[in-house]
């Protein structure tokens, strides 16, 4: 499922738990406006880090893979939280042009291809499944 569009200020939530080296290995085959988006939330300095390791200590594609589903489930804690919107229930809309500029698809299909099961979301408004 899509998360949608994330604001800047959602973007440095979701990341900023993260250490370079974890961050550098998901976002290495992220698109270039996501990269991009990443980065204006990031200190000049970060950013260099960040892309020298991606440069100098390509990861193994099961790290990479690990790093990715490490960020789609920091996405989806912080929504849970209600620490950023639910592009799933509110469309994500951006009212404001700034908020609109900073805006970027993040959507785990496209971003994560390897990525399925547990991160899948159900519609909203559809009963929750029952423990046995």
């Given at each position: 499922e899509d998360l949608g569009r994330l604001s800047g200020r959602e973007i440095s939530l979701v990341i900023g738990n993260f250490k370079v080296e974890t961050l550098s290995a998901a976002i290495g085959e992220f698109p270039q406006a996501v990269k991009d988006a990443i980065r204006k939330q990031m200190a000049v300095k970060t950013w260099q880090m960040v892309e020298q390791t991606m440069k100098y200590g390509a990861p193994s594609r099961e790290s990479?893979?690990?790093a990715m589903e490490e960020l789609v489930e920091s996405a989806l804690k912080l929504i849970r939280e209600g620490r950023i919107a639910d592009p799933l229930e509110s469309g994500a809309v951006q009212s404001a042009d700034t908020?609109?500029?900073?805006?970027?698809?993040?959507?785990?299909?496209?971003?994560?291809?390897?990525?399925?099961g547990p991160l899948q979301r159900k519609p909203p408004g559809s009963a929750p499944e029952k423990k046995t």
């Open positions: 990479s893979e690990k908020q609109a500029k900073e805006t970027v698809a993040f959507s785990p299909a496209a971003l994560f291809p390897s990525v399925s």
